[in-house]
């Protein structure tokens, strides 16, 4: 392939705690990259180093050194606001816990994107019910986020995640908070969206089940990526038994 | 254990516990000075003279602020309880018994209140042993006998009440927490109350409350008409009329301007729902906000206004300042270094019965009036505030003999006669002067005015005739009420910038969650910053309009009472509005260090 990797991630690392005091490093030398098209899994047990990594991915923390590059840019050379303009322009976001604004109807949730890069009302409803037409959510576009269920606002969450075309999709967790069946339609449909509008997606978890819609998984222990497996030509059961193979073997 | 978990919480949020300190430190320090000044007995006797009807306006102020500290050590509690309310939560799923946890509220609610109101004791103190004689003699216009800043009962009085306020609201507070689940604690109140429109029950209340104080008002604008009535009537309808109008008119307000396209840039729709999301829970602190700024706003105003009076009313009253009478070569000499407008010297001879004038005199210089008579008719309104002064004919002087008679020191009820000039002479008594003059501006003059008193041999002011004797009367009189006023005034507003503020602070905890969200989906750290200074200048700004628009039409009622009540109203407007706005960007502060992500890549 000759394409640029959307995400370019070159040996990170990441300490916690002053010099002088007792320091921990969290991330010790990570590199990979995901191509444009790539859903990516990266799996580890608590305290691996997962979240450490998610947040420097999403410019929400900063690495000890090591470079990132997302769509072709170095997010060490991003300064104050433009920091916050990369988070709502090129990155989407879905957390375990929705972080929905339980204030706003769902309808504003979802354009909320939009309104903080000022685009007019006008421009931004057909946006927001694009998306909400492929999630399915047309329906709740005016119910508040209280009044529906985990698997519906897990959806709305990914509506507002994508609905200003973001470089990639970053998903903590997504199904931790959800029923099976949920977990299953919500992969179903990140699988369908990374498939049909080749957005990349790159997918924290600790579940060999989400992770088994993933193309490729990374594995880390301890701060380092330990191993990476592929799904291949492998049916999915046929990659959920090799993660499981792994995860055996892993610890 | 629990001690050491206690401890540590309190540590964790040590700078809004500092805020709360502050908060009640000040308030206690208020209440003392307050009292020390009002309930001092020693102090009240030496100076009746001075401070007329002291007793009963001190009485009326203290219990106005005693309502007024309830409230703020209510709300003062609740933002403590916001604080805590997720440590004891935990302790109670740690197994902590609900009485163990009652009893720790209990003791840390004293405890707080103890130590505040003893800090602030000692505060007010201090306070007033340095402000507190400028501040009186400054308004009373005398130098005060016998003051002692440090009096016992009003100690006893502050820390008592104090122990009493928060014994009652830890009670409340334990009663409140022992009611919430273990969840509920934990998690804090997250719900939205979804905010909808009901025109009918709406436009009801829009109806209700405008016809409540536009009843209000009109009250207050025919006080002669409704008298003692006006001030309850007053009170319960722009109380209600308040509370109506903030519910539905302002909510109402806030979805109108949600679905307008300027909602949808940016922040706004954000800072709009998280408005409605409010203004339901702060309609009442809202409301009462409002009335206490016109309450504080009020009390300041007639205080100052009061003083300004003090000085037009005295200066209208007489057409010269003194009467003197065979001024000495020292007191004629003090004279003359005054801003003087007029002076003139009259002879005379005083028989037993008659006070003989040279008619030659009066007729080179005609002795002037100002023509001033009541206060309350309209149209001398006017002239009083730039009295202008007539010179009387010789035949006017007969026929209102009182105008010269008033002038007479130690003889304001003899008769007099012109002569002329010969028959003058002929008489077989001594000839003595009398020196009438008048200052430019009584205000600015009256430390010399004071020591031309004193050169005089330092007799009773009220045995001076002229406008002097009536100022120095007047600003006694007033200077009470002057006092009161401003005193009173700056505690409202303290405390109820501080109550606003508490109750902004006590839900930042759950605020916070929601600006962390924002910040994770890309909203630029300016923009966070500019979308709380909104939303709490919306909830500061509020009252504050309502709060002015009833001072406007309150201050009708003091029409009766004053000159002008709304003579030179900028100045108390502005002293308000300065502190109004410091509590407001002090809020904003500590919101955003409460809320806002601290994220080292931001930096």
Known sequence: MTMTPVVSVRDLHKTYGKTGQKQYEALKGISFDVETDEFVGIMGASGSGKTTLLNILATLDAPTSGEVEINQQVLANLKGNQIADFRAKQVGFIFQDFNLL???????????????????????????????????????????????????????????????????????????????????DLLEMLNTINHDQQVPILLVTHDPFSASYCQRILFIKDGKIGQEIKKGTHTRQQFYQAILDTLGTFD | ???????????????????????????????????????????????????????????????????????????????????????????????????????LILVETMAIGTIASVIGTIIGWGFTASVGPFLMSRMIGNKLQHFNAFYVPAIVTTIVLYLILFLIAGIINRLALTKTSVLQLLKGDSQPNRPVLKPVSQLLQVVVGVLLLMLGYYAMSHVEKFALSTIPIGLVTIVLGTYFLFNAIF????????????????????????????????????????????????????????????????????????????????????????????????????????????????????????????????????????????????????????????????????????????????????????????????????????????????????????????????????????????????????????????????????????????????????RLRASIAREILVLFVLPAIVGVVHVLFGLLMFKVLMLNPYYQIWLPFTIFFVLYMIYYIITVRLYEHIVLPKLRIDN
């Open chain 2, 1 to 103: 254990m629990l001690n050491k978990l206690a401890f540590a919480g309190v540590k964790s949020r040590l700078k809004d516990y500092v805020v709360l300190f502050f908060g009640l430190i000040m308030s206690s320090a208020i209440f003392y000075m307050f009292e020390s000044l009002a309930t001092n007995k020693a102090f009240i006797k030496a100076n009746a003279q001075q401070i007329t009807g002291a007793n009963f306006i001190f009485l009326f102020g203290a219990i106005l602020l005693t309502i007024i500290t309830l409230v703020y050590v209510f709300y003062a509690n609740s933002f403590l309880m916001s604080m805590r309310r997720h440590d004891y939560g935990l302790f109670m799923m740690l197994g902590a018994k609900q009485s163990k946890i009652g009893q």
């Open chain 2, 251 to 526: 909510v109402w307000l806030i979805l109108l301007l949600k679905r307008s396209g300027w909602a949808s840039l940016g922040l706004r729709n954000f800072t709009l729902s998280q408005l409605s999301f409010r203004l339901h829970n702060y309609t009442k602190i809202l409301s009462v906000v409002s009335i206490l700024i016109a309450l504080s706003l009020g009390a300041i105003t007639v205080g100052i206004g009061m003083q300004k009076q003090v000085t037009a009313l005295s200066t209208a009253s007489e057409a010269y300042t003194m009467a003197i009478k065979n001024p000495s070569r020292h007191t004629n000499h003090l004279i003359d270094k005054l801003t003087l407008d007029t002076k003139v010297t009259y002879q005379q001879k005083e028989t037993s019965k008659i006070i003989y004038y040279r008619a030659d005199q009066f007729k080179d210089r005609p002795l002037e009036f100002t023509g001033f008579q009541s206060p309350l008719n309209s149209k001398q309104k006017n002239r009083l505030a730039s009295p202008t002064y007539q010179n009387l004919t010789s035949t006017q002087l007969t026929q209102h003999p009182e105008k010269l008679m008033a002038l007479q020191p130690n003889a304001p009820q003899k008769p007099f006669r012109l002569v002329s000039r010969t028959t003058f002479n002929k008489l077989p008594v001594h000839a003595q002067r009398l020196t009438l003059f008048r200052v430019k501006n009584l205000q600015a003059d009256k430390t010399d005015l004071k020591h031309i008193v004193t050169s005089m041999g330092n007799p009773a002011v009220d045995t001076v005739p002229g406008a002097y004797g009536t100022f120095v009367l007047a600003t006694a009189m007033f200077g009470g009420l002057e006092f009161m006023g401003f005193f009173l005034g700056i505690a409202f507003l303290a405390m109820l910038a501080s109550c606003l503020m508490f109750k902004i602070l006590s839900g930042a905890a759950t605020d916070k969650r929601r600006y962390e969200m924002l910040n994770k989906i890309g909203a630029r750290p300016s």
């Open chain 1, 102 to 184: 339980e204030n706003l109807t769902n309808y504003e949730n979802i354009a909320l994107p939009l309104s903080l890069q000022n685009i007019s009302r006008k421009k931004a409803q057909p946006e927001v019910q694009r998306i909400a037409k492929q999630l399915n959510i047309e329906s709740l576009l005016e119910k508040y986020p209280t009044e529906i269920s985990g698997g519906q606002k897990q959806r709305v969450a990914a509506a507002r995640a994508l609905v200003s075309h973001p470089a990639i999709l970053f998903g903590d967790e997504p199904t931790g908070a959800l029923d099976s069946n949920s977990a299953r």
